[in-house]
């Protein structure tokens, strides 16, 4: 008897249940159940009466021979589950036909060639959407959905996905790094829905050209200030209006107040406050660094100098060996020190100049008649000092009765005060916003980069760029600062697309949110992730909830 055509005696309540718990055993006749080996075997025949042939479409009902078919099915009550299902053949009675016989289906239960039942395959390509590979392969295995590395990245590549005729009318671009420094890729979103409709395998114009005017439709194109996809947007889609990400302009105007710190760090303000200016991050490469003075370093000195000259190397793009080669170390010593994040790791001792800034009012609390160490480690703390009591106890030690010789006040560094001066005025803590005062009045280079860092915030924020960026760029110009004019000499050339993203309400954020998200999909599949297999992981991904 056919499930379909259970009746609700209590005899049939076991069909009944089967046709409730598994509805894709519809088309067939449940001949027993039995357990085997710790699985469960279906035993079940085909209830099919008539088929149409797939050669010739003629619908036959003359039966040539049975065979047996074995599939995964889903488990129950923890344990695999087997369906062998005896399935027919058919002849076909059209005497012209090619095909002499042929395999009726069970429909939704039986495919040409497959193994597992579509509800099987359809958790197996849902695990393997969302994992891949060898992490897919073991949830597989725990669930019940037993299938290997390579079967779970076929299953990906075999996932339909609807390619798109048409380009959405806000279109968000942006690069990603297959390697980085190397190879990148190009990700297309929809900028209303946030979903990925595409990823290209360069970050070419001609590449974006060529898409855009396979997909027209385009009526806003998001993008970063990068000159290949303004010019592909502009030769693949003329009409469309591009707008420059809001965060890029700011990230690179920061690049630029940082310069100008710099700049002045080492002539107003080392000047006008007698000290010395902080070391600051070297950018790039740099040459070897000079080493003639290591006698005369403490065993913490030397520690963080070795830090700071390997992670320089390192950061230059040159190998550990030839690290080694250039600070005549070993290199297992510069390994070590590249592991390091910080010279403390190394030496706790190395990480005494954490009290650099407070030692300013150690001096003046101890000729104050300060001299307990805790005490003097508690008022410090109080104004945001992480560390320890035992540097405060070793840097006041060596005055023991007698007054602390007057230290003159630390230069911040260029880092620090860029990071005041793009930081929003009412976040600053009382501490900072102090310091950047007492900045601010000592150069008046910096106090006027103030005023147009803050009227550059004020502009974006409000997205007035087409009432008042003419303006902001004329002042830009007379500032007489050359970091921030060559910044307004590079928004003149992108200036309409600069224009548009300091008034209209899109940019490029989300788009940046989903380069994070492929960051995270390439490395599941680690050294197995070719582009093509990216990208249907990655619009998978995107369409699901």
Same mark, same amino acid.
């Given at each position: 008897?056919?499930?379909?055509?259970?009746?609700?005696?209590?005899?049939?309540?076991?069909?009944?249940?089967? *046709?409730?718990?598994?509805?894709?055993?519809?088309?067939?006749?449940?001949?027993?159940?039995?357990?085997?080996?710790?699985?469960?075997?279906?035993?079940?025949?085909?209830?099919?009466?008539?088929?149409?042939?797939?050669?010739?479409?003629?619908?036959?009902?003359?039966?040539?021979?049975?065979?047996?078919?074995?599939?995964?099915?889903?488990?129950?009550?923890?344990?695999?589950?087997?369906?062998?299902?005896?399935?027919?053949?058919?002849?076909?009675?059209?005497?012209?036909?090619?095909?002499?016989?042929?395999?009726?289906?069970?429909?939704?239960?039986?495919?040409?060639?497959?193994?597992?039942?579509?509800?099987?395959?359809?958790?197996?390509?849902?695990?393997?959407?969302?994992?891949?590979?060898?992490?897919?392969?073991?949830?597989?295995?725990?669930?019940?959905?037993?299938?290997?590395?390579?079967?779970?990245?076929?299953?990906?590549?075999?996932?339909?996905?609807?390619?798109?005729?048409?380009? %959405?009318?806000?279109?968000?671009?942006?690069?990603?790094?297959?390697?980085?420094?190397?190879?990148?890729?190009?990700?297309?979103?929809?900028?209303?829905?946030?979903?990925?409709?595409?990823?290209? %395998?360069?970050?070419?114009?001609?590449?974006?050209?060529?898409?855009?005017?396979?997909?027209?439709?385009?009526?806003?194109?998001?993008?970063?200030?990068?000159?290949?996809?303004?010019?592909?947007?502009?030769?693949?889609?003329?009409?469309?209006?591009?707008?420059?990400?809001?965060?890029?302009?700011?990230?690179?105007?920061?690049?630029?107040?940082?310069?100008?710190?710099?700049?002045?760090?080492?002539?107003?303000?080392?000047?006008?406050?007698?000290?010395?200016?902080?070391?600051?991050?070297?950018?790039?490469?740099?040459?070897?660094?000079?080493? %003639?003075?290591?006698?005369?370093?403490?065993?913490?000195?030397?520690?963080?100098?070795?830090?700071?000259?390997?992670?320089?190397?390192?950061?230059?793009?040159?190998?550990?060996?030839?690290?080694?080669?250039?600070?005549?170390?070993?290199?297992?010593?510069?390994?070590?020190?590249?592991?390091?994040?910080?010279?403390?790791?190394?030496?706790?001792?190395?990480?005494?100049?954490?009290?650099?800034?407070?030692?300013?009012?150690?001096?003046?609390?101890?000729?104050?008649?300060?001299?307990?160490?805790?005490?003097?480690?508690?008022?410090?703390?109080?104004?945001?000092?992480?560390?320890?009591?035992?540097?405060?106890?070793?840097?006041?030690?060596?005055?023991?009765?007698?007054?602390?010789?007057?230290?003159?006040?630390?230069?911040?560094?260029?880092?620090?005060?860029?990071?005041?001066?793009?930081?929003?005025?009412?976040?600053?803590?009382?501490?900072?916003?102090?310091?950047? *005062?007492?900045?601010?009045?000592?150069?008046?280079?910096?106090?006027?980069?103030?005023?147009?860092?803050?009227?550059?915030?004020?502009?974006?924020?409000?997205?007035?760029?087409?009432?008042?960026?003419?303006?902001?760029?004329?002042?830009?110009?007379?500032?007489?600062?050359?970091?921030?004019?060559?910044?307004?000499?590079?928004?003149?050339?992108?200036?309409?697309?600069?224009?548009?993203?300091?008034?209209?309400?899109?940019?490029?954020?989300?788009?940046?949110?989903?380069?994070?998200?492929?960051?995270?999909?390439?490395?599941?599949?680690?050294?197995?992730?070719?582009?093509?297999?990216?990208?249907?992981?990655?619009?998978?991904?995107?369409?699901?909830?």
């Amino acid at each position: 008897m056919s499930l379909s055509q259970c009746c609700s005696c209590l005899s049939c309540v076991p069909g009944l249940v089967a *046709a409730a718990l598994l509805p894709h055993l519809t088309g067939t006749a449940v001949d027993g159940v039995r357990v085997e080996a710790g699985r469960v075997l279906l035993l079940v025949h085909s209830a099919v009466a008539q088929a149409a042939c797939p050669g010739c479409g003629e619908v036959s009902g003359r039966v040539h021979s049975r065979y047996a078919r074995r599939l995964r099915d889903v488990p129950a009550g923890g344990r695999p589950v087997v369906i062998v299902v005896r399935a027919c053949r058919f002849r076909c009675l059209n005497r012209a036909c090619p095909k002499a016989t042929f395999a009726a289906q069970v429909e939704g239960l039986t495919t040409r060639y497959a193994r597992r039942t579509p509800p099987l395959k359809a958790a197996a390509g849902a695990i393997a959407a969302a994992l891949c590979g060898r992490a897919g392969a073991r949830l597989g295995a725990v669930l019940g959905v037993p299938a290997s590395r390579d079967a779970m990245i076929r299953l990906v590549m075999a996932a339909p996905v609807a390619e798109l005729a048409a380009a %959405p009318p806000v279109l968000g671009v942006d690069d990603f790094a297959l390697r980085k420094g190397h190879v990148y890729g190009t990700v297309l979103i929809d900028m209303k829905t946030g979903q990925v409709i595409d990823l290209l %395998p360069d970050r070419e114009a001609a590449t974006l050209r060529s898409w855009l005017q396979g997909h027209p439709g385009a009526a806003v194109i998001c993008r970063d200030r990068g000159g290949a996809y303004a010019d592909g947007a502009r030769a693949g889609a003329p009409q469309a209006v591009q707008v420059a990400d809001r965060w890029h302009l700011w990230h690179n105007l920061g690049q630029k107040a940082r310069e100008a710190a710099a700049a002045h760090t080492r002539s107003c303000l080392a000047a006008s406050r007698g000290g010395q200016p902080e070391p600051a991050r070297q950018h790039g490469p740099a040459p070897a660094p000079d080493r %003639p003075q290591a006698g005369r370093l403490t065993r913490a000195g030397r520690t963080r100098r070795r830090h700071a000259e390997v992670r320089q190397l390192l950061a230059a793009g040159l190998s550990l060996t030839a690290t080694a080669h250039i600070l005549r170390l070993t290199r297992p010593t510069v390994a070590r020190y590249a592991r390091a994040a910080t010279a403390g790791d190394l030496d706790p001792a190395a990480a005494e100049p954490a009290l650099d800034p407070w030692k300013p009012h150690l001096t003046s609390s101890w000729n104050q008649g300060t001299r307990d160490p805790d005490a003097l480690c508690a008022q410090i703390r109080a104004l945001g000092y992480p560390g320890p009591a035992a540097p405060v106890a070793a840097f006041t030690s060596c005055f023991r009765d007698v007054l602390a010789p007057a230290t003159a006040p630390a230069i911040p560094a260029a880092a620090t005060i860029a990071r005041w001066l793009m930081t929003r005025p009412a976040t600053l803590s009382s501490h900072d916003a102090a310091a950047l *005062a007492a900045v601010t009045a000592a150069c008046p280079h910096l106090a006027a980069l103030r005023g147009h860092i803050t009227a550059f915030a004020e502009m974006m924020t409000s997205r007035t760029g087409t009432a008042t960026l003419g303006t902001w760029l004329a002042a830009a110009d007379a500032s007489g600062l050359p970091p921030l004019q060559s910044f307004a000499a590079g928004l003149r050339k992108d200036h309409t697309a600069v224009r548009n993203g300091l008034t209209l309400t899109w940019s490029n954020g989300k788009t940046e949110g989903t380069v994070n998200k492929i960051k995270m999909l390439k490395r599941q599949t680690y050294g197995r992730a070719s582009f093509q297999l990216l990208r249907k992981r990655v619009l998978l991904a995107s369409k699901q909830p």
